[in-house]
T-cell receptor, first 115, second 113 residues
Framework: DAKTTQPNSMESNEEEPVHLPCNHSTISGTDYIHWYRQLPSQGPEYVIHGLTSNVNNRMASLAIAEDRKSSTLILHRATLRDAAVYYCILRPANAGGTSYGKLTFGQGTILTVHP | SQTIHQWPATLVQPVGSPLSLECTVEGTSNPNLYWYRQAAGRGLQLLFYSIGIDQISSEVPQNLSASRPQDRQFILSSKKLLLSDSGFYLC????????????FGNGTRLTVT
């Protein structure tokens, strides 16, 4: 499986935008880029996913580089509730059956939000 | 709406004792079901996944087993716990099609003493 590389930790101030980077230089053409986050003592929560085009939803935006070797999760206005571990995960689209669910989690980025 | 329930939330068990963790999903049919484990300070490791009743695949050899006696029930078991079985166990579900997201429960924190 292709790997992702994320910074171990990042800090932000409340109400400011946060850009969380992810490198995936060995991504294949059919890999989707998924982001999950995990709040303390909770299970991971789906945030967003995309293939080539930038994506927006109510939680965040996902900016994908033109060569797809990197992406950035954007939280437009960080709140204290956004403090979590953020995971960038590649998910193959052409695998059959349950392979779709085999999310391989790395260490992620610990985001600290200061009031 | 769909919900996922895991219990218990925390568990302390002695080495050599049996284990049974339960997970149930409501509000959906024929889900894919997963068991993950998260050791302290580490990422999540997929242990088992299931595409249907009595259809279970194991990702890593270990001291654990899983069963799916009903469509929306997933059980993680062990006959004899090891110290290394301590961790945060998470159940998750997804719909069968394509790239649907995984939805996780709140987990069970297991401490083997």
């Amino acid at each position: 499986d292709a790997k992702t590389t994320q910074p171990n930790s990042m800090e932000s101030n409340e109400e400011e935008p946060v850009h969380l980077p992810c490198n995936h230089s060995t991504i294949s053409g059919t890999d989707y880029i998924h982001w999950y986050r995990q709040l303390p003592s909770q299970g991971p929560e789906y945030v967003i996913h995309g293939l080539t085009s930038n994506v927006n939803n109510r939680m965040a935006s996902l900016a994908i580089a033109e060569d797809r070797k990197s992406s950035t999760l954007i939280l437009h206005r960080a709140t204290l509730r956004d403090a979590a571990v953020y995971y960038c995960i590649l998910r193959p689209a052409n695998a059959g059956g349950t392979s779709y669910g085999k999310l391989t989690f790395g260490q992620g980025t610990i985001l600290t939000v200061h009031p | 709406s769909q919900t996922i329930h895991q219990w218990p939330a925390t568990l302390v068990q002695p080495v050599g004792s049996p284990l049974s963790l339960e997970c149930t999903v409501e509000g959906t049919s024929n889900p894919n079901l997963y068991w993950y484990r998260q050791a302290a300070g580490r990422g999540l490791q997929l242990l088992f996944y299931s595409i249907g009743i009595d259809q279970i695949s194991s990702e890593v050899p270990q001291n654990l087993s899983a069963s799916r006696p009903q469509d929306r029930q997933f059980i993680l078991s062990s006959k004899k716990l090891l110290l290394s079985d301590s961790g945060f166990y998470l159940c998750a579900w997804s719909v069968r099609r394509g790239l649907s997201p995984l939805h996780f429960g709140n987990g069970t924190r297991l401490t083997v003493t």
